[in-house]
């Protein structure tokens, strides 16, 4: 066992302090990656406030982990010492059923070990990014190209992943055209990625605000969601619409966006259930679906493109300090896009 520092919440509610966490000794697979930076995703917020039901505490979140290994166990062969590597959101799953099998580890049957604010294998309580070091089984732990400097890629581990698996799920692509609601952590990611796929971009947001933002990023397109002529304008023009507001939204008003047989992802989960009638998506056969990060492949395959294409998240580097500040300021939607925290600061 290891003792590092880490921010935790104490309780539901209340604000982060630093304490210190036990991390299991290396095993035969297990790397100890020397944590450099950690994103702020909204879902450290819904779990450390107890959103999205009862959680365990206290709880170190953070799920956007990018550093460096530092230790291998001796049947490790896929990392060695020095090597730039990312954890998500997850750190283990059954590794048996059909899904694990197929890659899909976070749709596994068992549900996976969630890198935080979760038990893992050994019993123990799991603790995520917002601390100096990390031990994860090297089979759930992705490399990191040179491309990518460790601060921007880190929000790709869920940002990243999160709208890169459904873009690619649903065939996006060259002549393809894509909304992404809301330009947020997700989003502007959403916009990035779905760009250098090729296809032509339409960012929805409440306003006009962030429109010169969108454009830099890749948008074709900015449209506000607060005029109603921006839905008249665009009826029936997508072939995707990712939805990246946890917030509850007038869903048959974006699902009518679609094309006949397109796809509204929602990737964005929203405290209370929503109720939408089932004529929105009746006459043109739409999708309505949800999409939950990717698996240890694909999230391993969005970071090769992502270097491949230049794509880091737009970041603010924080020090640990911060980290509750930070919180408000991302329900506040204050933040051009994503806070990342220098673990060395903690
Ligand atoms: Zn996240
Ligand atoms: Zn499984």
Not at 1 to 27: H, S
Not at 54 to 80: C, L, Q
Not at 274 to 293: H, K, P, Q, W, Y
């Amino acid at each position: 066992m290891t003792t590092v520092a880490a921010y935790a919440a104490p309780a539901a509610k209340a604000p982060l302090e630093r304490t210190t966490i036990e991390r299991r000794a290396v095993g035969e697979f297990d790397v100890l990656i020397d944590i450099k930076f950690a994103g702020i995703c909204h879902s450290d917020i819904h779990q450390a406030r107890e959103g999205w039901g009862k959680a365990t505490f206290p709880m170190v979140p953070g799920h956007e982990i990018a550093g460096v290994v530092s230790e291998v166990g001796p049947g490790v062969t896929k990392y060695a010492v020095g090597d730039r590597v990312g954890v998500g959101c997850m750190v283990d799953s059954c590794r048996e059923c059909d899904n694990c099998r197929a890659g899909l580890q976070q749709y596994c049957a068992e549900g996976p070990v969630w890198t935080y604010n979760a038990v893992g294998k050994d019993g123990e309580p799991t603790y995520g990014g917002y601390s100096e070091k990390i031990v994860v089984d090297e089979n759930y732990v992705v490399r990191i190209p040179d491309g990518l400097s460790l601060d921007v890629a880190a929000p790709l581990l869920c940002a990243g992943i999160t709208t890169y698996s459904p873009l690619k799920h649903f065939g996006v692509g060259p002549g393809k055209k894509v909304a992404v609601v809301g330009l947020g952590g997700l989003g502007h990611m959403g916009v990035k990625i779905a760009h250098a796929m090729g296809a032509e971009v339409t960012v929805l947001s409440q306003s006009l605000r962030k429109k010169d933002d969108g454009l830099r990023l890749g948008a074709d397109h900015y449209r506000a969601t607060s005029d109603p002529q921006t839905f008249e304008d665009l009826r029936g023009t997508f072939d995707v619409v990712l939805n990246t507001v946890s917030a509850p939204l007038d869903f048959a008003a974006y699902l009518s966006l679609l094309r006949t047989e397109g796809a509204m992802v929602n990737v964005g989960l929203p405290e209370e259930p929503v109720r939408i009638e089932l004529s929105a998506i009746f006459g043109n056969r739409r999708v309505l679906t949800s999409s939950n990060i990717g698996g240890i492949p694909e999230t391993q395959e969005m970071l090769d493109f992502c270097a491949e294409h230049g794509l880091g998240a737009e970041i603010e580097l924080i020090g640990a300090d911060r980290i509750n500040e930070a919180y408000e300021r991302v329900l506040n939607s204050d933040v051009r896009y994503r806070f990342v925290i220098d673990t060395a600061t903690i």
